[in-house]
């Protein structure tokens, strides 16, 4: 039976710091819990030990973000990728698309317009 509201939780905003702070680390810990779940339902070639780095480099990525306004949708991001991933919403690309540059050492970006420009990548 299909539950589309499986995981589904209500948009809000965080109050202050502190309640930004707690809603992160349940969301980070809610992807960490379920890396293996995600390796083992997109059939994926990679160990959990690298899903959960991923995860932790996702997160690291937005660490300094200094407004609270954009810690709630980057919260409101997150959530949408958990719920979609775990409901099986998405395809093993869509999932593959976070490891591209650890499988592939091209899909790195060019160091700057001009190298991008003659490989021909724009």
Request: hydrophobic share 35%; no cysteine; proline share 4%.
């Amino acid at each position: 039976m299909i539950n589309p509201t499986y995981l589904a939780v209500r948009t809000r905003s965080s109050a202050n710091w502190g309640d930004a702070k707690t809603r992160v680390i349940h969301s980070y810990r809610d992807w960490i819990r379920s890396a293996p779940e995600v390796q083992q339902m997109y059939t994926l070639s990679l160990p959990v030990s690298t899903i959960r780095t991923k995860i932790r480099q996702e997160f690291e990525r937005h660490r300094y973000v200094a407004q609270l306004k954009t810690v709630d949708v980057l919260l409101f991001n997150s959530h949408q990728e958990y719920q979609e991933t775990l409901n099986y919403w998405k395809q093993l690309t869509h999932v593959l698309k976070y490891f591209r540059t650890e499988e592939e050492p091209k899909a790195r970006l060019p160091a700057n317009f001009i190298s991008g420009f003659l490989e021909g990548r724009n």
